[in-house]
């Protein structure tokens, strides 16, 4: 399988960087249920001098520690956000959907603990306010779950921390991680029309890339100081050359255009079967690095 790529980029001394200060880490908020973690974002959003037109709020999806998300993590995100819909708060909550299309689009997950990427959603989808939130069991089978509030106009990185226990799952929910973007379609042949092989199985060798630079680092992640890895897929057709190349985990930033713009170009020795050359489907790793 072609190794995977390692991309550090220099870092202009001069550069501009979106990276706030840090702030002392204060002791979360324990609050009751989501309707009360609604009522205390909604203060935290009047005591941060928000303006009711400039008050947008984003509920992203809630996760496990491990980054991974649930069908009930979804589902208690959607609540919060229509528990702040609530004409009481003055709020302009941002529709869950758009989100959902805005990062299946680029295949990247919200991360709580990346500010990049915080940074390029608010941006995007005109949200002063993000809210994160990650899930876990524990003692007795309690879910809780623990929120945060950025405030994104905030130099000092302002971030409202809340606990909710939310009590055991109800009968028919479910923890189990699920791939918020869904399966790509199955690739089974080459656009010549020759059957995809499985690198690797029965008697199919793994092809190995002899031209394959290194993807530049965009103007946009400079902006962002980002650094994360893009997971890319493709077919190598019997000729080494690379089809059906798509994105399985993006990164913002336009590093997945530059990505792919890059792959594009590469070219390889083809994977043998019985000694000919076949078409096989191989993962594509791409790190990008600042230093």
Same mark, same amino acid.
């Given at each position: 399988?072609?190794?995977?790529?390692?991309?550090?980029?220099?870092?202009?001394?001069?550069?501009?960087?979106?990276?706030?200060?840090?702030?002392? &880490?204060?002791?979360?908020?324990?609050? &009751?249920? @989501?309707? &009360?973690? &609604?009522?205390?974002?909604?203060?935290?959003?009047?005591?941060?001098?928000?303006?009711?037109?400039?008050?947008?709020? @984003?509920?992203?999806? +809630?996760?496990?520690?491990?980054?991974?998300?649930?069908?009930?993590?979804? /589902?208690?995100? $959607?609540?919060?956000?229509?528990? @702040?819909?609530?004409?009481?708060? *003055? #709020?302009?909550?941002? $529709?869950?959907?758009?989100?959902?299309?805005?990062?299946?689009?680029? /295949? =990247?997950?919200?991360? !709580?603990?990346?500010?990049? =990427?915080?940074?390029?959603?608010?941006?995007?989808?005109?949200?002063? +306010?993000?809210? +994160?939130?990650?899930?876990?069991?524990?003692?007795?089978?309690?879910?809780?779950?623990?929120?945060?509030?950025? $405030?994104?106009?905030?130099?000092?990185? /302002?971030?409202?921390? %809340?606990?909710?226990? #939310?009590?055991?799952?109800?009968?028919?929910?479910?923890?189990?991680?699920?791939? !918020? +973007?869904?399966?790509?379609?199955?690739?089974?042949?080459?656009?010549?029309?020759?059957?995809?092989?499985?690198?690797?199985?029965?008697?199919?060798?793994?092809?190995?890339?002899?031209?394959? !630079?290194?993807?530049?680092?965009?103007?946009?992640?400079? *902006?962002? *100081?980002?650094?994360?890895?893009?997971?890319?897929?493709?077919?190598?057709?019997?000729?080494?050359?690379?089809?059906?190349?798509?994105?399985?985990?993006?990164?913002?930033?336009?590093?997945?255009?530059?990505?792919? %713009?890059?792959? /594009?170009?590469?070219?390889?020795?083809?994977? #043998?079967?019985?000694?000919?050359?076949?078409? =096989?489907?191989? !993962?594509?790793?791409?790190?990008?690095? #600042?230093?």
């Amino acid at each position: 399988m072609p190794k995977v790529i390692q991309a550090p980029i220099p870092l202009s001394k001069n550069s501009s960087s979106r990276e706030p200060s840090e702030k002392p &880490a204060r002791l979360p908020e324990t609050v &009751a249920d @989501l309707p &009360a973690l &609604a009522v205390s974002i909604a203060a935290h959003t009047v005591a941060a001098d928000c303006k009711p037109k400039s008050c947008t709020v @984003l509920v992203t999806d +809630f996760v496990f520690p491990d980054g991974n998300t649930s069908v009930y993590g979804m /589902r208690l995100a $959607d609540t919060l956000s229509g528990e @702040l819909t609530n004409k009481e708060y *003055k #709020l302009r909550v941002i $529709d869950r959907s758009l989100l959902q299309k805005f990062l299946a689009k680029e /295949r =990247v997950p919200a991360e !709580p603990d990346h500010r990049a =990427v915080i940074h390029w959603i608010s941006d995007a989808l005109d949200a002063r +306010f993000v809210v +994160f939130g990650t899930t876990e069991r524990v003692d007795d089978g309690i879910v809780r779950l623990s929120s945060q509030l950025v $405030d994104t106009d905030s130099k000092e990185w /302002r971030v409202y921390t %809340a606990l909710v226990n #939310l009590g055991p799952l109800d009968s028919g929910e479910s923890l189990e991680p699920v791939d !918020p +973007f869904g399966p790509l379609p199955e690739i089974t042949t080459s656009f010549s029309g020759e059957t995809v092989e499985r690198a690797g199985v029965n008697g199919t060798t793994i092809p190995s890339c002899t031209y394959a !630079p290194i993807p530049p680092y965009s103007d946009g992640a400079r *902006k962002l *100081k980002l650094i994360g890895t893009v997971t890319a897929q493709a077919v190598i057709n019997s000729e080494g050359k690379l089809e059906n190349l798509r994105i399985v985990r993006g990164m913002p930033g336009g590093l997945n255009e530059t990505t792919i %713009a890059t792959m /594009r170009t590469w070219r390889c020795h083809p994977a #043998l079967k019985d000694g000919k050359p076949v078409p =096989v489907l191989v !993962p594509l790793t791409t790190t990008f690095q #600042l230093y």
